[in-house]
């Protein structure tokens, strides 16, 4: 039984192959779409219940699939700052890549 759940936060273009990675080495999965609390934008949360031997597995095709790159996004279109008070130079963002959660899991049941 899965001992450790891995939370993966990814973007929409890198879901898929991570998924399909996952699931091809034998990992079972579950895709969540859900948005990103400052960009607004899209993004993709995928859960996988592992055994803790298999977690460093799981990271290292996150590694070699979602890579993070520097975006330029307008000021102007965040929701929360973007009210005209700040400069109106386009700030940078770190997108891609992933955001990871490894949680211990207190009990795990199939009914
Ligand atoms: P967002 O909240 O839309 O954030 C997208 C990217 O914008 C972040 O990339 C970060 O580089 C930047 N960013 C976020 N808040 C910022 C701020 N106050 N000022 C300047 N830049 C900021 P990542 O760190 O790679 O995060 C990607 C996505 O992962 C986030 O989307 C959010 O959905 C999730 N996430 C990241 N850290 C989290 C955490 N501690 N708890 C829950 N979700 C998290």
Do not use: W, Y
């Amino acid at each position: 039984d899965p001992t450790k759940l891995v939370m993966m936060i990814v973007s929409d273009t890198d879901a898929d192959n991570l998924m399909a990675a996952l699931v091809e080495r034998g990992f079972p999965v579950t895709k969540i779409g859900s948005t990103g609390g400052f960009l607004r934008r899209g993004n993709v949360t995928i859960f996988s219940g592992v055994v803790e031997s298999e977690v460093d597995n799981v990271m290292q095709l996150v590694t070699e699939i979602c890579h993070a790159r520097k975006e330029f996004v307008p000021v102007q279109t965040l929701p929360f700052i973007g009210d005209g008070s700040f400069s109106a130079e386009p700030i940078e963002v770190r997108v891609g890549g992933a955001i990871v959660f490894v949680l211990d899991v207190d009990r795990f049941q199939r009914i």
